[in-house]
């Protein structure tokens, strides 16, 4: 298996080729593209007649509505620009849970989160970089980020996958930190998207998203869960190895499945308030779910919102 299928497979690949993904607000660029951006300039796009004062160029003038006025209008127009994405993934401990081993029975930690994660950024990476979106990636590691400024072209690809290929899931990580980081070296509005299970405190992570939200940056939160997180399956005694430096713990599950259970949704109620609040677009993606479809179901929602809200300057699209 070559690097680059791991996390791009032929059939996801053939799937992603169907689909578009753009930003919904106005983003900010230099390169001719499929987005409309909030700076004036000469484009096909018609956007509003101004007065005409000293200096404007006379070929900008509106000749039509002169005529039917008797006073000095010019045209202005938005300037078609493209896309700049930040694709931010979470390389902490807990990104590691893979969930039980079905032929030994026994629970154990594998990559399975980290894996789905790395390959739902590798798939928009490979979508907006066909659409001549430059795109970069940041991950949230114990050391700090490791980063890829946004660039476009096919050889970006082999450096976002090369990141991932670098990228072990271990330790704690400041993941607040690594978005307000993230938020100040990109610069000019972007669209940043977060690939994390968030498990950390939500008050951390309102500042990072904060930061965003300060910047204007249009902001995506997708959270990569497994099954055993959301439903505490367990029903033996289990010994609990935590993944971020925790000590192990021996526990009878039926004693702490509710405890987990209401402080699971708690956390979830908390970070979803979270999200709404400061305008963070917030999707959950289970790994038992193919990765390239629940892709699809989020791509999906942000047309039928583009649908239901054409007050939206940038569409998402889903041909």
Not at 46 to 65: I, K, N, S, T
Not at 133 to 157: F, K, R, Y
Not at 272 to 295: G, Y
Request: net charge positive; glycine share 6%; hydrophobic share 40%.
């Amino acid at each position: 298996m070559s690097v680059v299928s791991r996390y791009l497979e032929p059939e996801v690949v053939q799937r992603l080729n169907a689909l578009t993904l753009s930003g919904r607000r106005v983003v900010e660029g230099a390169v001719a593209g499929i987005h409309r951006s909030p700076v004036k300039g000469a484009s096909v796009e018609f956007r509003q007649h101004r007065a005409y004062v000293a200096g404007d160029e006379p070929r900008r003038l509106d000749w039509r509505v002169l005529a039917r006025t008797d006073r000095p209008y010019v045209r202005e127009y938005d300037q078609e620009t493209n896309l700049r994405a930040v694709l931010v993934l979470d390389a902490s401990g807990s990104m590691a849970y893979g969930g039980r081993q079905e032929a030994t029975g026994k629970w154990q930690a594998g990559e399975m989160k980290f894996q789905y994660a790395a390959s739902v950024v590798a798939s928009l990476a490979y979508l907006m970089l066909a659409q001549t979106e430059s795109v970069g990636i940041a991950v949230s590691g114990t050391s700090g980020i490791d980063w890829s400024a946004p660039a476009a072209g096919t050889g970006q690809l082999a450096r976002i996958i090369d990141v991932l290929e670098r990228s072990t899931p271990r330790n704690e990580t400041d993941l607040a930190k690594t978005v307000r980081d993230v938020a100040e070296r990109v610069g000019r509005r972007s669209m940043i998207v977060v690939v994390s299970d968030f498990l950390a405190p939500v008050p951390a992570l309102r500042t990072g998203f904060a930061r965003l939200a300060h910047a204007k940056h249009e902001a995506i939160a997708l959270r990569i869960l497994h099954p055993d997180e959301v439903e505490f399956p367990f029903r033996n005694w289990c010994r609990f190895h935590g993944l971020e430096h925790e000590p192990a713990r021996l526990v009878e599950p039926a004693m702490m499945r509710d405890n987990y259970l209401v402080a699971f949704r708690r956390h979830r109620d908390e970070l979803e308030q979270t999200c709404r609040s400061l305008a963070v677009e917030f999707h959950t993606l289970m790994t038992d779910r193919p990765m390239v479809d629940s892709l699809i179901a989020v791509l999906k929602h942000r047309s039928e919102k583009q649908i239901r809200d054409p007050r939206r300057e940038i569409r998402t699209t889903l041909r």
